[in-house]
């Protein structure tokens, strides 16, 4: 089910060094049914490689047990689907500048790991050819009823040829929040460079390491994230593949993300690629020190919270808002159960029903969620990235007990 590394997956180097141990935790994406064995627990820990300087987990869950029946669908979340219209103007407004992209008309996009298709039709409602790859079969056929053509297939150096054989290079190929994701990144990304041909745009999504360091994300340390880049650490992994970087732009997903554009044909870096660069150097982020005090802080803030929550169960019922994965490393690492929490409510009717992997918290939906709580009670913001979205909702059905912010950086209740 899973191998545990001792090498670095980006340059190979065997002096990848321990940064926080999170403890055996099951796959944060198990949720399991009540009548369901419980989940294996599988070894969480962040290590960094001294050579590269890339912050890894060590082990590798195989992909078919992680990735081939997804519970998350991109469209369920607001603000996914606002950012997807921001994505796409801003590529648009940087392909603009570049010669024989520019004026092309239409455009081809092709997009890895391209879940239900939510991004892919902003480019077709702008007239762009567009076309998707999805390893969940689930989601992959939602897509394509909603008009996105989509395949059910891992991406690899071997589906690329094929792509590129059967439909010429694409124009943009864009890989959001799965590059972190694959093992196999090297295979991944040199198939993106098939895709993208001479003269074809990669975009590539990723969680930002400065932010993981600066706002205390460790709750973004799950199975399926193996890799935690920095712009620097995913440009030199690029450039091992002949893409080079040249723009960059900031996205607000996973509560701060780098969107950075590479290309085989050396179009010339913006002067925010060049600030971003410098700005990542002098904040040291891909230095031991920052992660080292990184986990001293993640040790202390989940202690923390655990108190603070234990403290509110005693006084009056705490719900949960979000079974992300993120909330799974938190709730799992800070020692939260139903022992101290009674719900956790999720909008996303497929994990509805179910529990909470590790800790055990039935997942209920927001109806039957607010209305087990009153205002001596709490709710427990686990997806805090999505913070203004929730807060709204929970105020606008009428709630008035206490919301207990957990992250960025400091615990807060609202
Ligand atoms: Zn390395």
Same mark, same amino acid.
Request: include cysteine; charge should be negative.
């Given at each position: 089910?899973?191998?545990?590394?001792?090498?670095?997956?980006?340059?190979?180097?065997?002096?990848?060094?321990?940064?926080?141990?999170?403890?055996?935790?099951?796959?944060?994406?198990?949720?399991?049914?009540?009548?369901?064995?419980?989940?294996?627990?599988?070894?969480?820990?962040?290590?960094?490689?001294?050579?590269?300087?890339?912050?890894?987990?060590?082990?590798?869950?195989?992909?078919?047990?992680?990735?081939?029946?997804?519970?998350?669908?991109?469209?369920?979340?607001?603000?996914?689907?606002?950012?997807?219209?921001?994505?796409?103007?801003?590529?648009?407004?940087?392909?603009?500048?570049?010669?024989?992209?520019?004026?092309?008309?239409?455009?081809?996009?092709?997009?890895?790991?391209?879940?239900?298709?939510?991004?892919?039709?902003?480019?077709?409602?702008?007239?762009?050819?567009?076309?998707?790859?999805?390893?969940?079969?689930?989601?992959?056929?939602?897509?394509?009823?909603?008009?996105?053509?989509?395949?059910?297939?891992?991406?690899?150096?071997?589906?690329?040829?094929?792509?590129?054989?059967?439909?010429?290079?694409?124009?943009?190929?864009?890989?959001?929040?799965?590059?972190?994701?694959?093992?196999?990144?090297?295979?991944?990304?040199?198939?993106?460079?098939?895709?993208?041909?001479?003269?074809?745009?990669?975009?590539?999504?990723?969680?930002?390491?400065?932010?993981?360091?600066?706002?205390?994300?460790?709750?973004?340390?799950?199975?399926?994230?193996?890799?935690?880049?920095?712009?620097?650490?995913?440009?030199?992994?690029?450039?091992?593949?002949?893409?080079?970087?040249?723009?960059?732009?900031?996205?607000?997903?996973?509560?701060?993300?780098?969107?950075?554009?590479?290309?085989?044909?050396?179009?010339?870096?913006?002067?925010?690629?060049?600030?971003?660069?410098?700005?990542?150097?002098?904040?040291?982020?891909?230095?031991?020190?920052?992660?080292?005090?990184?986990?001293?802080?993640?040790?202390?803030?989940?202690?923390?919270?655990?108190?603070?929550?234990?403290?509110?169960?005693?006084?009056?019922?705490? /719900? @949960?808002? =979000?079974?992300?994965?993120? *909330?799974? #490393?938190? +709730?799992?690492? %800070?020692?939260?159960?139903?022992?101290?929490? $009674?719900?956790?409510?999720?909008?996303?009717?497929?994990?509805?029903?179910?529990?909470?992997?590790?800790?055990?918290?039935?997942?209920?939906?927001?109806? /039957? @969620?607010? =209305?087990?709580?009153?205002? *001596?009670? #709490?709710? +427990?913001?686990? %997806?805090?990235?999505?913070?203004?979205?929730? $807060?709204?909702?929970?105020?606008?059905?009428?709630?008035?007990?206490?919301?207990?912010?957990?992250?960025?950086?400091?615990?807060?209740?609202?």
């Amino acid at each position: 089910m899973y191998d545990l590394v001792t090498d670095c997956r980006i340059c190979g180097a065997t002096d990848l060094d321990d940064v926080l141990d999170l403890g055996a935790q099951p796959l944060a994406n198990h949720l399991r049914y009540p009548s369901d064995r419980p989940p294996e627990p599988i070894p969480l820990d962040l290590r960094l490689c001294l050579t590269c300087s890339t912050a890894q987990i060590s082990a590798t869950v195989h992909p078919h047990e992680l990735f081939t029946s997804y519970l998350w669908v991109t469209g369920t979340s607001d603000a996914a689907r606002h950012y997807s219209d921001t994505f796409v103007d801003r590529v648009d407004r940087v392909l603009s500048k570049l010669d024989g992209i520019g004026n092309k008309a239409p455009k081809f996009v092709i997009e890895v790991a391209s879940n239900d298709g939510t991004f892919l039709r902003r480019f077709l409602e702008r007239g762009w050819k567009a076309f998707g790859v999805e390893p969940a079969g689930n989601i992959a056929e939602t897509a394509a009823a909603c008009g996105v053509p989509t395949l059910t297939e891992f991406f690899s150096t071997e589906l690329a040829d094929l792509l590129q054989r059967e439909y010429g290079c694409a124009d943009v190929v864009v890989a959001r929040n799965v590059i972190p994701h694959v093992a196999d990144v090297h295979s991944v990304i040199e198939g993106l460079a098939t895709v993208a041909g001479d003269r074809g745009v990669v975009v590539i999504e990723a969680h930002s390491a400065e932010v993981i360091l600066n706002e205390l994300h460790y709750d973004s340390i799950y199975h399926e994230h193996l890799f935690y880049f920095s712009l620097e650490t995913l440009c030199g992994l690029c450039e091992q593949h002949g893409l080079y970087p040249f723009d960059v732009f900031d996205s607000p997903i996973s509560g701060g993300s780098v969107v950075a554009f590479f290309a085989q044909h050396r179009y010339p870096p913006s002067s925010r690629l060049d600030e971003e660069v410098r700005r990542g150097r002098g904040l040291e982020t891909n230095s031991h020190d920052r992660w080292e005090a990184f986990a001293d802080s993640a040790i202390e803030h989940a202690a923390t919270l655990k108190e603070v929550i234990a403290e509110c169960s005693r006084s009056g019922k705490v /719900v @949960g808002y =979000g079974a992300s994965a993120r *909330s799974s #490393t938190m +709730l799992n690492f %800070a020692g939260i159960t139903s022992a101290d929490v $009674v719900a956790v409510i999720d909008q996303n009717k497929l994990k509805q029903g179910r529990l909470t992997a590790g800790s055990d918290i039935p997942i209920v939906s927001p109806e /039957v @969620g607010i =209305g087990k709580i009153g205002k *001596s009670d #709490t709710v +427990l913001l686990l %997806a805090w990235n999505f913070k203004e979205e929730i $807060v709204d909702k929970l105020r606008r059905s009428g709630f008035r007990g206490s919301i207990v912010v957990p992250l960025p950086r400091t615990i807060r209740v609202l």
